[in-house]
């Protein structure tokens, strides 16, 4: 994918995501990846709307309890409903959002379809968050973010696409530690530690299927170094203020994913 050019050969995650949520915005490279995936773990679907509930209870948390009224979405996705926007509005009408994505298709559905309300507004940005500092340098330049009051920073089913090869931590690091403090970070992520042992024996071929490293709760703290991680912590994402009673949640293992909102001090 070089400019603006889509390139509907090579599978892409934000459209295969979009695919398992039941959306029309991929391809039939996408739907093929999905399927493949699903076929190894059935429950991978389910896996995208709870990831996405948390997303939903994060963002509710953060306009409300938390009073936070600015986000940066890192990773943003094809646009589906309960966009960050579309919940923070509802919470406090004037909650100001900046999302950010390297592919050009979110970008150009982002842009159709995620309007804001007034008086909070939503702008977009194409740019890679492996260049943290271009991020930075397109936020201070807009008038949506200011970047001296608190900002959560959510990096929601993104940074588990990204080996350590590339560092993701190091630019997860950069970016929180220019926001100021009172700012927050939520995370969703991948992980094998809830997978059963035949589950386990699958990943080497999800792997193949995938671009996708799935870390473990010992890897994935050191985001939140600097933080004061929200109750109930990092737990598994359909634990995370779930308004369902446990017995009435999926099964961790079905889920394979952590979730976590932490505070800046």
């Not at 190091?170 to 530690?177: K, P, Q, S």
């Amino acid at each position: 994918m070089t400019g603006d050019r889509i390139d509907t050969t090579v599978v892409h995650a934000a459209r295969r995501y979009d695919y398992w949520l039941g959306g029309r915005d991929n391809f039939a490279v996408d739907r093929e990846s999905g399927d493949q995936i699903a076929a190894l773990y059935p429950w991978t679907p389910m896996w995208a709307r709870e990831n996405r509930a948390f997303l939903g209870r994060a963002v509710e948390y953060l306009a409300g309890e938390a009073g936070i009224r600015q986000f940066l979405d890192v990773g943003t996705g094809l646009p589906t409903a309960n966009n960050v926007h579309e919940v923070a509005q509802r919470v406090a009408p004037e909650s100001r959002v900046l999302y950010v994505d390297n592919d050009p298709l979110v970008m150009a559905h982002a842009r159709a379809l995620l309007g804001g309300s007034a008086p909070g507004r939503t702008q977009f940005l194409e740019s890679d968050f492996l260049r943290p500092d271009d991020i930075l340098s397109a936020a201070s330049r807009g008038s949506v973010l200011d970047l001296g009051e608190p900002v959560a920073l959510m990096l929601v089913a993104l940074v588990h696409l990204i080996p350590d090869a590339q560092d993701p931590l190091a630019a997860a690091r950069t970016l929180l530690d220019a926001l100021p403090s009172g700012s927050y970070l939520v995370m969703s992520h991948g992980t094998a530690d809830f997978m059963t042992a035949d589950a386990l024996a699958d990943v080497p071929e999800f792997q193949r299927l995938a671009t996708f490293q799935m870390r473990t709760d010992a890897e994935i703290r050191p985001f939140f170094e600097g933080t004061e991680l929200v109750d109930p912590g990092l737990v598994c994402i359909t634990d995370w203020r779930s308004p369902l009673p446990e017995a009435d949640r999926p099964d961790p293992s079905h889920v394979g994913c952590y979730g976590a909102v932490g505070r800046k001090e």
